[in-house]
């Protein structure tokens, strides 16, 4: 039995680059190789695609060289169907022009990108377009989980428990500062969140206690993106999160894990530097595992999140974060991670469902998703372009009239 052709896409353009380098290093490792030949697709922040065998070592990305031997540019068939990764070999001799050469055909893809350009739906929208296998959540899930403002509007109009908030544009910002200030201030009381929109990680995210705060945090905030979100800040909060896995109707939460933080905010610092071994991305953090809440408490987060899962039709892993409210027993969802750090696979494995089961799943639903979509109908033919006529004015008119 042949092998499954895997796909293994990450970096990309966003300040999450690192990161994804981390979480797709961690996956190839721990994947069947009995099952997959894995094909290592590296996005650099130039947005320039790669391919070979020194992606598999954290070393090549220190200072990465697209010259190193054994690396070469690759290029994504666009053509539906094809998933075929191809290279351009350079030209041989004095008259040899360059030639195309397929380096893999590709089964499935896991795409492995922390934020933007990646985990945004933008990837995913390519690969719909390709109509190669994916696993991660699809085009709309993607995208409004993404963007923090959207998902805000999103899990509202929902039903769903979130903190008070409003949001900015940079330009409105820079041209009132001072009347951007009155407005939050007048939405929401002391202290607050401010996030742009469109990141993760926590990297721009900071706390403000009072206007001089609140303004440099807006400030750095809008260094990250055109659009921030600020939101209610609740007083010595629980962190919860709770990882989801699955497809359609079939859906199963994780257990449910309390990141640990010595201040007011997980930042980037403490999820992926100062942990005992930086390479290990999120698995990394400082965590209690399971968390030490009521029973009642955690059956209501893991069934919050199989809901939140189903309603945005996610696929494969996500992972939903909250805020719990001790003093008034409130949970509140923070955000939606559609790709997930390290995947969360440390969050499956005091389930019983270790990295290279819970990668196998990934697949499977893949695979699933993609039978699914190509059962639908996309044959559907009308005479409207015989019947039309575009030869001027008069056509144009006989064209509408027809229709």
Same mark, same amino acid.
């Given at each position: ?14 300040? %999450? ?17 009995? !099952? ?7 996005? =650099? ?13 954290? !070393? ?8 190193? !031997? ?18 351009? +070999? ?28 990646? %985990? /945004? ?13 994916? *696993?991660?959540?699809?085009? *709309? ?10 998902? !805000? ?22 041209? +009132?500062? %001072? ?5 939050? &201030? ?25 206007? +001089?705060?609140? @303004?440099?945090?807006? %400030?750095?905030?809008? &260094?990250?993106?055109? @659009? ?28 449910? +894990? ?5 201040? /007011? ?5 403490? @999820? ?5 071994? *930086?390479?290990?991305?999120?698995? =990394?953090?400082? #965590? ?5 809440? &009521?029973?009642?408490?955690?059956? #209501?987060? #893991?069934?919050?999140?199989? /809901? ?10 996500? $992972?939903?974060?909250?805020m719990y409210d001790t003093a008034a027993g409130e949970i509140y969802i923070t955000e939606i991670n559609t790709i997930p750090g390290s995947l969360a ?11 290279? &089961? ?9 695979? $699933? ?12 033919? =009308? ?10 004015? *008069? ?9």
């Open positions: 039995m042949s092998k499954m052709q895997l796909g293994v896409i990450f970096g990309s353009r966003t300040c %999450e680059h690192e990161v994804s380098v981390i979480s797709a290093l961690q996956l190839m490792k721990a994947v069947d190789r009995e !099952k997959y030949d894995v094909t290592p697709v590296y996005i =650099s922040m130039k947005g320039e695609w790669f391919s070979g065998d020194p992606l598999f070592e954290l !070393k090549t990305y220190s200072g990465f060289d697209e010259n190193t !031997k054994g690396i070469f540019k690759v290029n994504l068939d666009l053509t539906a169907g094809s998933g075929a990764l191809t290279t351009i +070999e350079p030209s041989k001799g004095l008259f040899g022009g360059e030639k195309q050469k397929m380096v893999v055909r590709l089964d499935c893809v896991i795409p492995v990108l922390h934020g933007m350009h990646g %985990e /945004d739906g933008t990837l995913q929208g390519m690969l719909e377009m390709c109509n190669i296998p994916y *696993a991660s959540s699809g085009v *709309a899930a993607s995208a409004v989980g993404m963007d923090k403002v959207f998902m !805000k509007q999103y899990f509202l109009g929902g039903g769903f428990p979130v903190l008070p908030s409003c949001w900015y544009l940079r330009k409105t910002f820079e041209d +009132e500062p %001072e009347t951007v200030l009155d407005g939050i &201030e007048k939405a929401l009381p002391y202290p607050v969140f401010v996030k742009p929109s469109m990141l993760g990680s926590s990297i721009g995210v900071s706390k403000a206690k009072d206007r +001089e705060s609140l @303004k440099k945090a807006l %400030e750095l905030a809008f &260094e990250f993106d055109r @659009k921030v979100l600020v939101e209610k800040g609740l007083e010595n909060p629980l962190e919860l999160n709770c990882s989801v896995l699955g497809y359609g109707d079939e859906a199963q939460p994780s257990e449910i +894990e309390m990141p640990v933080t010595g201040g /007011d905010l997980l930042s980037f610092i403490d @999820k992926y530097i100062q942990g005992s071994n *930086a390479t290990k991305g999120m698995a =990394s953090l400082k #965590r209690v595992l399971p968390a030490p809440i &009521e029973p009642e408490l955690r059956d #209501r987060i #893991r069934n919050l999140s199989v /809901d939140i899962f189903k309603s945005m039709d996610c696929k494969g892993v996500v $992972r939903i974060d909250y696979f440390y969050l499956w494995e005091p389930c019983g469902i270790h990295y290279r &089961e819970l990668i196998d799943k990934m697949v499977e639903y893949a695979m $699933r998703a993609h039978r699914e979509k190509n059962e639908s109908n996309y044959a559907f033919s =009308s005479d409207i372009l015989t019947n039309l006529s575009l030869g001027g004015k *008069a056509g144009a008119k006989s064209g509408a009239k027809n229709a």
